[in-house]
């Protein structure tokens, strides 16, 4: 009777310390757009926009100056943050895949950790979430009026402005489950500013009369280039008018007539609607940052601020992403953690969206150690920085990239980029198909170096690492 009794005091006793160890530990808010570029971000130190809500993060958070995609596709991206790997060893190649949900993830680990877990808005990963408790994800892409979500009980049709509906689904959540013992990890995903660019009021009034200042590399010629820069499509002009403008039922003749240069016209039409579609972003992530306050969440919960990569605003005369040129491979990262992560810091530190899933798990209280190898996560914790703002010694100095999407008239890419240089191989074209760049001197990247002399050292050596990384990563796929 006494040994039942001492069992029984022993069991309430992990059981008290369980639930102690459960509410200790933080809440989690992550919280991503599709294709907002960093330098649309006023913290950032935009030229073109203000960013209000999300500049309280920076200011009541730490900014990451130096984060990077290592696939610069919306669903190969996504598929990265939830698993810590490659696309080469999660699957998700390109848009054209399906996500394996079998496979170990970020919403598991935390579900089996003791989590509450919840997706709500863009997925964009094909296959039904798995390892989350609720989900309402777009089918899709998703629209930006009249959203449909799929969910556990089947398709469900809502009215509005879809941002605005992603957040009052999120917020919906956040009431039911938000002040339960049990901490929760919420997944709340925008699908804008992606295209097509739909605004409502008052965000189509915001830019309209704006005249929104041009890249100083918007005409560049792509002189010394690969050939998949030169022939890509993506640039801004009639090709972007005809593919993403049909709405307003005109061809780009109609439309531009008049226009003294008719791709400055549109760059103005495509950044006054992409700029509009980012401050309903603004707006209701404010919204939810408001409502952590309210309910005396904010001081237990990580807020993180994220694009699933970068996106060209004009830069070198593109739009869209892909390329690994800073602009489509340096993501908005924004961490607020009070009492954690000291406020108004920023992290110069190089990270990737490969480490977001072994941070958050590690800020969790899970043992990330156990989850790290080459068939599991790759990436790194980040939670050191978090902590101090100041980069290991032993923290990497280089980077991964490889895309393998074919469309738009460029194709596959790969290339390591340092503190101070890029090396980028292309897998297409006849021509030239290397590119070199001195970051340092050369932050546009307007000058390739790959073929002059004076590099040929540089080159070298660049070359070597992006060997030795490819080999690391276990990326067994052949370079071209």
């Known amino acids: 009777m006494i040994f039942a009794k001492s069992c029984a005091s022993l069991i309430l006793l992990a059981a008290m310390f369980s639930l102690a160890f459960t509410a200790e530990r933080p809440n989690i808010l992550y919280i991503m757009s599709d294709d907002h570029a960093a330098h649309a971000l006023s913290c950032y130190g935009s030229k073109i926009n203000k960013t209000p809500n999300l500049d309280r993060l920076a200011k009541e958070g730490m900014l990451f100056e130096n984060c990077f995609c290592t696939n610069s596709i919306c669903g190969p991206s996504r598929a990265v943050i939830l698993t810590g790997k490659y696309s080469h060893k999660n699957g998700f190649l390109n848009n054209g895949n399906t996500f394996d949900g079998a496979q170990p993830h970020l919403a598991k680990h935390l579900q089996k950790a003791g989590y509450k877990t919840a997706v709500i808005g863009k997925w964009h990963l094909k296959t039904t979430p798995t390892g989350f408790d609720h989900y309402e994800v777009l089918l899709g892409q998703g629209p930006y009026f009249n959203p449909k979500f799929k969910t556990p ?172 040129y800073e602009e489509s491979i340096r993501m908005p990262l924004l961490v607020r953690w009070k009492g954690h992560v000291p406020a108004g810091k920023k992290a110069d530190a190089m990270v990737a969206n490969l480490d977001f899933a072994p941070t958050l798990l590690d800020a969790a209280g899970v043992d990330v150690q156990s989850l790290l190898g080459a068939d599991k996560m790759q990436g790194a914790s980040f939670l050191p920085v978090l902590k101090t703002g100041k980069t290991p010694k032993d923290w990497r100095t280089s980077y991964y990239y490889r895309f393998y999407e074919r469309g738009y008239g460029i194709g596959a890419m790969l290339g390591v980029r340092t503190n101070t240089h890029k090396l980028i191989r292309f897998e297409y074209g006849d021509g030239e198909r290397c590119e070199l760049y001195d970051l340092d001197n050369d932050p546009a990247e307007m000058k390739n170096l790959y073929a002059k002399p004076e590099f040929a050292q540089v080159r070298k050596k660049l070359e070597a690492e992006l060997l030795r990384l490819k080999k690391h990563y276990g990326d067994t796929k052949p370079i071209q």
């Not at 404010?286 to 001081?299: H, I, S, T």
Request: charged letters at 25%.
């Open 153 to 324: 009980g089947g398709v469900v049709a809502h009215k509005g402005y879809t941002t605005d509906v992603i957040t009052d689904r999120a917020l919906a959540w956040l009431k039911e489950n938000g002040k339960k013992k049990q901490p929760f990890f919420l997944m709340y995903h925008h699908k804008a500013p992606h295209a097509n660019w739909e605004t409502v009021e008052p965000y189509t009034s915001q830019f309209a009369k704006q005249e929104i200042p041009v890249p100083e590399d918007f005409f560049d010629d792509y002189a010394g280039r690969a050939d998949a820069v030169k022939l890509s499509k993506l640039k801004v002009g009639p090709y972007q008018f005809n593919l993403h403008y049909k709405r307003l039922g005109k061809s780009w003749e109609e439309a531009t007539k008049g226009a003294k240069n008719p791709r400055l016209w549109q760059y103005q039409r495509y950044l006054r609607d992409y700029l509009g579609c980012i401050q309903s972003v603004d707006t209701n992530v404010g919204r939810v940052l408001d409502y952590l306050d309210a309910a005396g969440l904010a001081e237990n919960t990580i807020v993180v601020y994220t694009s699933d990569q970068g996106f060209f605003l004009g830069d070198h005369g593109l739009y869209d992403k892909r390329f690994m």
